[in-house]
């Protein structure tokens, strides 16, 4: 833990082996917080933030619920920074499910197997739409969320 992060107190010291349920940490506001909130991270090998990735796809979902990695991609397959992606229920495709921002440049990177560029964690299983828009066109994707397991969806976009 970094106590950059929004926290009070570190409970545990680098390196520590934790048990699944162990209180690592108090929420707090240190560091560049504005208020008390929960803020997760996870670093591969050098803790710096060119090695963050996001912890939804390390947690394993509550029971009858999986996960939507999403790679938003261009023409050239070069990831989209930045930009609205939405998740809908099949039954109610006109109605946002959960919105989300892909990963910025600089902060976030795609986990080294499904190499995705934004997450949906802990959604009920069933069927979804993914969607993003670009230049006036919508393109969507069906995702099949199944209980434990990511379904990962690529949604390429036009050049703007």
């Known amino acids: 833990f970094v106590l950059d992060a929004p926290l009070s107190e570190i409970l545990v010291a680098v390196g520590e082996r934790v048990e699944k349920g162990q209180l690592v940490a108090e929420t707090g506001s240190s560091g560049a917080a504005l208020g008390p909130h929960f803020h997760m991270e996870v670093r591969v ?16 979902p509550f029971e009858g619920r999986g996960a939507v990695a999403v790679r938003l991609v261009n023409q050239d397959g070069q990831t989209i920074p930045d930009h609205p992606v939405v998740l809908s229920r099949a039954a109610l495709p006109r109605v946002i499910y959960r919105g989300s921002l892909t990963y910025t440049d600089n902060h976030v990177n795609g986990d080294d197997v499904f190499n995705e560029n934004a997450v949906f964690g802990d959604i009920p299983s069933g069927p979804y739409w993914v969607r993003a828009a670009m230049g006036g066109y919508e393109f969507a994707a069906p995702a099949l969320v199944m209980p434990g397991r990511t379904t990962v969806i690529n949604l390429e976009l036009p050049a703007e």
């Open 45 to 60: 090998g050098e803790n710096i933030y060119a090695n963050t990735r996001n912890p939804q796809l390390w947690m394993a």
